[in-house]
């Protein structure tokens, strides 16, 4: 069926080096795509959104880069901070035709922050 | 604005026991979720709600119930508690959507549920 999935379960980062998080998701009509952060013992927080007619965003530390042709959606943070440290998901949207706003959610990354 | 808060943070229940876990959100949005997180994977859409008195099915709905009496309360009941039931529980709400815009979930801590 279709799904959202990643690629890098545990990525480890030097702190204050970029991190790069990637997402696959293979449903062609997801038109929403967001990004959410994990901390332990939390509810999913959100980071950014983006909507299909774009390719990337930018948001404070955070950009998120779209490509439809082959259906990857990644989450860069620039400066990396032990405040990062987290896990992260990515999520996927197919605007609702009957009712609901659905979100697909992906298995999750964490993040590990090295000072 | 308390955003969206969930009762119990923690809940120990015997296999065939009975329990309801309460979502409530002050941002008066139209949607309402229950999902399920269990290790190493992503969140499921158990149930979910588009407005007062509605309620609908999600992913993996088997074993719970929910009612949606107020707009701003979202119940989740296990009837008869199983062990494949231990998991974190999320409730998340989101406004409503209009034509094919599409809304933020925002969630809240969570419920940690143990089946013995």
């Known amino acids: 069926g279709e799904s959202v999935g990643l690629h890098l379960p545990t990525l480890s980062v030097q702190e204050g080096d970029n991190s790069i998080i990637n997402c696959a998701y293979s449903?062609?009509?997801?038109?929403?795509f967001i990004w959410y952060k994990q901390e332990s013992g939390k509810g999913p927080q959100f980071i950014i959104d983006?909507?299909?007619?774009?390719d990337k965003r930018q948001g404070q530390r955070v950009t998120v880069l779209l490509n439809k042709t082959v259906k990857h959606l990644s989450l860069q943070i620039a400066a990396t901070q032990p405040g990062d440290s987290a896990v992260y998901f990515c999520?996927?949207?197919?605007?609702?035709?009957?009712?609901?706003?659905?979100?697909?959610f992906g298995g999750g990354t964490r993040v590990l922050v090295k000072p | 604005n308390a955003g969206v808060t969930q009762t119990p943070k923690f809940r120990v229940l015997k296999t065939g026991q009975s329990m309801t876990l309460l979502c409530a959100q002050d941002?008066?949005?139209?949607?309402m979720y229950w999902y399920r997180q269990d290790p190493g994977m992503g969140l499921r859409l158990i149930h979910y709600?588009?407005?007062?008195?509605?309620?609908a099915k999600g992913e993996v709905p088997d074993g719970y119930n929910v009612s949606r009496l107020k707009k701003q309360n979202f119940l989740l009941g296990l009837e008869s508690a199983a062990p494949s039931q231990t998991s974190v529980y999320f409730c998340?709400?989101?406004?409503?959507?209009?034509?094919?815009?599409?809304?933020?979930?925002?969630f809240g801590p969570g419920t940690r549920l143990l089946v013995l």
């Open positions: 449903n062609s009509a997801s038109d929403y």
């Open positions: 998340a709400s989101s406004s409503r959507t209009s034509g094919r815009s599409v809304e933020t979930q925002y």
């Open positions: 999520a996927e949207n197919v605007s609702f035709k009957a009712a609901g706003n659905k979100l697909t």
């Open positions: 709600s588009v407005g007062e008195g509605t309620t």
């Open positions: 941002m008066n949005h139209e949607y």
């Open positions: 983006i909507r299909s007619n774009m």
